[in-house]
Structure formats: C-alpha cells, structure tokens
C-alpha cells in the first residue's frame, strides 16, 4: 500500500489541524493504521493507532483529549484531526500501516511520507 500524508501546516497555538492520508490500492482496509511524529532532534513516536475496522483506537499520553484518529475504508483515507496544538507538537507527521499493531516504529510496513505540522507560541 502507498499512502500519502496531507495537511500539514503553521498554525498558532490553540487552533486545530486535520491531517489525512491517502491510500492506494485495495487493501487499505486489511491494515491497521497509525500517525507518528517526529520532532528535530528526537526519535519518531508514536501518536495514535486505530485497527482495520476503526473500531477501537489509541493514543499516546500528550495526545489524549486533543487528538482524534480516525478512518474511511470506503474513500482509503485516514485522519487525524488536532485540536488545542500546542508548540511541543511541532514535528512532521508520518501516516502508517502494519498487519500488526503500529504503536512503535519496528512494527510498521509501510510509512507515507511526512506533512510539517508547526505550531507558533
């Protein structure tokens, strides 16, 4: 599968961005998908995952309350939408897919390429 990551942005601190991710192919729906992010200087991590079906979803600790994953099997999309950014969210954000459960970087197949996400204080 190929995915390509949108939406990215400069935002000011408190507002709200939605990402997307485009997928290709007919077996978007066999994955279970992710968003990381990668900030200058700091390893890649984990920000949300959600399984095949968009039944069930999780979230690190900082993303919790503010970020919402979510995904549309019929149209290959997958979102996150951020709300109250704040300026420790600035990072690029990376789209994943993983026949597994992509929470950590090792268990990931696929990775779209990366949308700049900066918010200003």
């Known amino acids: 599968v190929q995915l390509q990551a949108s939406g990215g942005g400069l935002v000011q601190a408190g507002d709200s961005l939605r990402l997307s991710c485009a997928a290709s192919g007919r077996t978007f729906s066999s994955y279970n998908m992710g968003w990381f992010r990668q900030a200058p200087g700091k390893e890649r991590e984990s920000v949300a995952t959600i399984t095949r079906s968009g039944d069930y979803t999780s979230y690190a600790e900082f993303a919790k309350g503010r970020f919402t994953i979510s995904r549309d099997n019929a149209k290959n999309i997958l979102y996150l939408q951020m709300n109250s950014l704040k300026f420790e969210d600035t990072a690029v954000y990376y789209c994943?897919?993983?026949?597994?459960?992509?929470?950590?970087?090792?268990?990931?197949?696929?990775w779209g390429e990366g949308t700049q996400v900066t918010v200003s204080s």
């Open positions: 994943a897919a993983s026949s597994t459960w992509p929470d950590r970087v090792a268990r990931v197949n696929y």
